[in-house]
Nanobody, 125 residues
């Protein structure tokens, strides 16, 4: 069992940056694949980025702007978000899975067993 807690969200202006953190407790996080998803009001939850044994994965709209990384010593995964746009406004969730998956599977919310409570990111124009 692993518990996930996101932090780092907030209200920023377009073009600004934020760094989200996903801190894990319960057991070593280093063997988990971790994904970031987001959900805007009235929309489906969508994939943003993932990091796993197979490397990193990004949704097309965030490529070149967002960077996912992890610090295993701190049991934390980060999502650095630069050049934020109003359309990035959403609740951001991190999720984790211990099973080894194919790279593409990390882009599906159904692949993950553990979820955090989410952190709000609001980007004003």
């Amino acid at each position: 069992q692993v518990q996930l807690v996101e932090s780092g969200g907030g209200l920023v202006q377009a073009g600004d940056s934020l760094r989200l953190s996903c801190a894990a407790s319960g057991r070593s996080f280093s063997n988990y694949g971790v994904g970031w998803f987001r959900q805007a009001p009235g929309k489906e939850r969508e994939f943003v980025s993932a990091i796993s044994w197979s490397g990193t994965l990004y949704e097309d709209s965030v490529k070149g702007r967002f960077t996912i990384s992890r610090d295993n010593a701190k049991n934390t995964v980060y999502l650095q978000m630069n050049s934020l746009k109003p359309e990035d406004t959403a609740v951001y969730y991190c999720a984790a899975v211990l099973r080894v998956l194919s790279k593409g599977a990390y882009g599906s919310s159904r692949s993950y067993n553990y979820w955090g409570q989410g952190t709000q990111v609001t980007v004003s124009s």
